[in-house]
């Protein structure tokens, strides 16, 4: 298969950014908002958790017969855009790794970025194509300016029928595409992050915890995102989401704090970054600018403490040298309290798992740090936007 390995399986997500008219950074606020979706609680992976839109690759993704459709825009913009995603170099072990020949007549980077637009198609309705007799007039300097995102001009009848179809078998995606003359906007999508679920510590994992429910399934997830001039409607799909919704980086985190809205840390952490650009024209050339550079593979590493644990992220202080990205080791443990780690060891990337007197999950992130990446460091103190006793 395309994209599983022995230990995971690869992934793609899509922060999709819509631009809003509200805008206020003085309190907060920012002008744009992100899709969220709201997995289903019988989801083996994650259930009741909002999620940006995304989902498992499919050998589909990797498909020969995306030279065909692509090269029909021409052979000149298809050669621009392959050069394009790999300006930076060969990329985190999910992008350079070798992978069959059926699998590498399309770059991995253009790959991920099919799987991302079919997976938002499939779980939220929302198509992003360009049409292929358009596209060969168009002017896709992709060194010039960022390119805004471009839903598909299309009915429901016509999208609807195709969207079941779809998600039944992700090859109708391919089929959808030449009927209908058009291709997967993967112009548009700027390379962001790249998360690696953790090797969990079984004194962690129970029913009622992210990291219980995270056990046994494990994802190397490319995330990238696409910018749009306008907030399409988008319609979850009764099946693996149960709801959807259009929400500021700043509602997200007060409804996180309420319980209206419960996040996973990577999700948690990727919001820390937008918090940091309020302006959605300066996040969409940030976002194409830093996409010079290729992303970091973040694999959280867990240890444990006398009175709670830590999740590192590369550039910490403890943070290894050499991961253990297949769990053969053993658990790092320190003989202190996450206190008194914290101030041994102060370059910080990370975050920090206590109880409260109740007897609740109190998780704080922690990053003093640059990104070697060129990414954006997270905001990762919240009581700015809420009041710490709700964090």
Request: some cysteine; hydrophobic content about 40%; glycine content about 6%.
């Amino acid at each position: 298969m395309a994209a599983i390995l022995k230990h995971w399986r690869e992934a793609a997500t899509l922060l999709l950014v819509s631009k809003s008219k509200v805008f206020s950074a003085g309190n907060g606020k920012c002008n744009f908002e992100c899709l969220m979706l709201k997995r289903s609680g019988k989801s083996k992976f994650m259930p009741s958790i909002y999620v940006f839109p995304g989902g498992i690759a499919h050998e589909s993704d990797f498909s020969q017969d995306w030279l065909d459709i692509f090269n029909n825009v021409g052979k000149d913009k298809v050669t621009d855009l392959f050069t394009f995603v790999k300006r930076g170099g060969d990329g985190s072990p999910m992008f350079s790794r070798k992978r069959p020949d059926e699998f590498s007549f399309i770059p991995s980077e253009i790959a991920f970025r099919i799987c991302a637009i079919r997976e938002t198609f499939e779980e939220s309705g929302i198509l992003l194509a360009r049409n292929i007799h358009s596209v060969k007039h168009e002017n896709l300097a992709l060194d010039g300016v960022p390119l805004t995102g471009s839903p598909a001009v299309l009915s429901k009848t016509i999208l609807v029928p195709w969207r079941k179809k779809v998600d039944a078998d992700a090859w109708e995606f391919i089929r959808m595409c030449r009927e209908l003359e058009i291709v997967p906007d993967v112009w548009a999508l700027y390379e962001w992050s790249n998360w690696l679920t953790p090797i969990l510590p079984s004194v962690a994992a129970n029913s009622n915890s992210h990291e219980g429910m995270l056990k046994g399934r494990r994802y190397d997830t490319a995330f990238f995102m696409c910018v749009l001039d306008h907030q399409p409607e988008a319609a979850h799909d009764e099946k693996e989401t149960v709801a959807s919704q259009w929400s500021s980086p700043v509602a997200m985190v007060k409804e996180h704090a309420s319980g209206k809205l419960n996040l996973a840390p990577p999700q948690m952490i990727e919001i820390g970054r937008l918090l940091n650009v309020p302006n959605v024209d300066e996040l969409h050339r940030f976002a194409w600018q830093r996409s010079s550079q290729r992303v970091d593979r973040w694999l959280p590493v867990p240890c444990l403490c006398e009175d709670g644990m830590l999740y590192l992220y590369p550039g910490d202080d403890l943070y290894p040298a050499e991961p253990d990205f297949e769990g053969h080791g053993p658990i790092k443990t320190f003989p202190m309290s996450v206190g008194e780690v914290s101030r041994k060891y102060p370059n910080h990337n990370r975050t920090e798992i206590t109880l409260n007197n109740n007897n609740e999950q109190i998780k704080v992130h922690k990053c003093n740090i640059d990104m070697s990446d060129g990414q954006i460091r997270p905001v990762l103190d919240w009581t700015k936007f809420i009041p710490v006793a709700k964090l």
